[in-house]
Structures are given as structure tokens and as C-alpha cells.
């Protein structure tokens, strides 16, 4: 059984930084392309940041620059590094694999960003 298990998040001031992680069970990670999403309150779920399993990466033009997005073969984990994290950042955070037609999500984890 695939499961995805994000973890990091939590309460961050203006300027900090976290690091997310997605562990990845039930499935050889390094295959496939894995997904960070984020959906604040009211707002539909957008893409973060993606890595395939040749290591290529994507942003959303808000993080570009921000945020890093990794991937630890070994450990079966994605990992995203978010530095200069302002109010806008605050959202929960999911990780995303797809195996054929059938999606893979995370739990989620909560990041908020505030003073």
C-alpha cells in the first residue's frame, strides 16, 4: 500500500525558514515524479514545486528562489527547503506521486507564517 507521510510544518515568523518532508512507503520513490502542493483557506490548491526521477525540478514563479525542492533516493523522502517565508506562505502543504492513473497524497502539514 502506497502512503505518503509529510511532516515539518509549523509556526514560522517573517524571514524564517522550514524544511518539509515526504516519506514515501509502498513504492520505489525514485521512479516517479512527486508533487508539492499547498492550499491556504479559501484558495484553491496550487503547485509548489516538482521533481521528476531524472532530478529536474519546477516552481511556481511565487517560490522561485525561495524554495528548494530535493529528493533523497535512499530515504525515500522529498524534501522542501522554504527560506524568506512571508504571510503568503502560511497554507497546508501536501506531497503528491502518481502511479499510473492513480494519485498519491500526503496528509498534509501546516505551515503558518506570522509575527
Known amino acids: 500500500q502506497v502512503q505518503l507521510v509529510e511532516s515539518g510544518g509549523g509556526l514560522v515568523q517573517p524571514g524564517g525558514s522550514l524544511r518539509l518532508s515526504c516519506v514515501g512507503s509502498g513504492m520505489i520513490f525514485s521512479l516517479y515524479t512527486v508533487v508539492w502542493y499547498r492550499q491556504a483557506p479559501g484558495n484553491q490548491r496550487e503547485l509548489v514545486a516538482s521533481i521528476n526521477s531524472g532530478g529536474s525540478t519546477n516552481y511556481a514563479d511565487s517560490v522561485k528562489g525561495r524554495f528548494t525542492i530535493s529528493r533523497d533516493n535512499a530515504k525515500n523522502t522529498i524534501s522542501l527547503q522554504m527560506n524568506s517565508l512571508g504571510p503568503e506562505d502560511t497554507a497546508v502543504y501536501y506531497c503528491?506521486?502518481?502511479?499510473?492513473?492513480?494519485?498519491?497524497w500526503g496528509q498534509g502539514t501546516q505551515v503558518t507564517v506570522s509575527s
Open positions: 503528491k506521486t502518481s502511479r499510473g492513473l492513480t494519485e498519491y
